[in-house]
């Protein structure tokens, strides 16, 4: 079982940037994920990344602002966040999957305890 741990959430004015980290231990063979969910909605899709850092893939709507990179030394993902609108304010979730190409979270099978990312307008 993989273990994930976020950090790096916070708050920021839209336009604004920010970067998230997942600490994921046993990871190797598993494609890592983020997940948002805000209040009221369920969890969202953001990217995934491989684990030999390819592929990666995007939801639609933080493609150009959202990049997601590995580092495997450091057995860590990280999600930069830039000009960030008040529609990413959410809990991101890192996630773990053995499947190769999936964006349902029921495919994800570990889950980090999340991370709040707030953007004020």
């Known amino acids: 079982q993989v273990q994930l741990v976020e950090s790096g959430g916070g708050a920021v004015q839209a336009g604004g940037s920010l970067r998230l980290s997942c600490a994921a231990s046993g990871r190797s063979g598993y494609m890592l994920g983020w997940f948002r969910q805000a209040p009221g909605k369920g969890r969202e899709f953001v990217a995934f990344?491989?684990?030999?850092?390819?592929?990666?893939h995007y939801t639609d709507s933080v493609k150009g602002r959202f990049t997601i990179s590995a580092d495997n030394a450091k057995n860590t993902v990280i999600l930069e966040m830039n000009n960030l609108e008040p529609e990413d304010t959410a809990v991101y979730y890192c996630?773990?999957?053995?499947?190769?190409?999936?964006?349902?979270?029921?495919?994800?099978?570990?889950w980090g305890q999340g991370t709040q990312v707030t953007v004020s307008s």
């Open positions: 996630a773990a999957t053995r499947s190769s190409w999936t964006t349902r979270a029921v495919d994800f099978s570990s």
């Open positions: 990344i491989g684990w030999s850092g390819f592929p990666t």
